[in-house]
Nanobody, 121 residues
Framework: QVQLVESGGGLVQPGGSLRLSCAAS????????MGWYRQAPGKQRELVAR???????SYADSVKGRFTISRDNAKNTVYLEMNSLKPEDTAVYSC???????????????WGQGTQVTVSS
């Protein structure tokens, strides 16, 4: 069993910053991809940023230059540094982790419970 624990959401004014964290624990042999998705009310869930075990990153066009994803492999933790936040960044942010539990296990994707980010004055 794998657990993902997120933290760091909250209310921030436009132009402000927040840092999200997501720590994975449990039966983990290897983590391949760690990422963040978000879903705003009435909209589909969208990829915000993702990072492979090799360090390759990808970002949604809407957050490029403002958000930075990073990971600490020793802690099985992924971070999302969000700067210059805009009201349109308001959403529930969920972490997403693709991993294998043992050497012979298939890859499986786990989701965090989600954390609310609200950007408002």
């Amino acid at each position: 069993q794998v657990q993902l624990v997120e933290s760091g959401g909250g209310l921030v004014q436009p132009g402000g910053s927040l840092r999200l964290s997501c720590a994975a624990s449990g039966r983990i042999f290897s983590i391949y991809v760690m990422g963040w998705y978000r879903q705003a009310p009435g909209k589909q869930r969208e990829l915000v940023a993702r990072m492979t075990s090799g360090g390759s990153t990808s970002y949604a066009d809407s957050v490029k230059g403002r958000f930075t994803i990073s990971r600490d492999n020793a802690k099985n933790t992924v971070y999302l540094e969000m700067n210059s936040l805009k009201p349109e960044d308001t959403a529930v942010y969920s972490c997403n982790v693709e991993l294998v539990a043992t050497m012979n296990s298939p890859r499986y994707v786990y989701w965090g419970q989600g954390t609310q980010v609200t950007v408002s004055s």
